[in-house]
């Protein structure tokens, strides 16, 4: 029989949050890098309430697997990704 994974610490969860978020910024489409900030912010607001060590073990364990599929789908995404802007960030960053 194993035991049951140990419950990350408050610091280990905003460490995925912020490592999460800071892959999400590489994207340099604005529509791909837009949704996975807001599914990460979604997920970490969805999972607040939990409170079962074992159900939170089990999140952090998803959401650092989720991290690692960000990180490869950021480079292949750059490899690809096209070279125009969106116009939204045009519009963003011109002001107007």
Known sequence: MTAAPAAPSRAEILSLLRSLLRVSAKFSDYNIREYTRRR???GFRQ????SDPSSVANAFADGKSELEIAKRQAVVYSLYA???????ELYSKSGV
Do not use: Y
């Open 40 to 42: 990460t912010i979604d």
């Open 47 to 50: 999972n607040r309430t939990l």
């Open 82 to 88: 096209p070279k125009v802007k969106s116009i939204i």
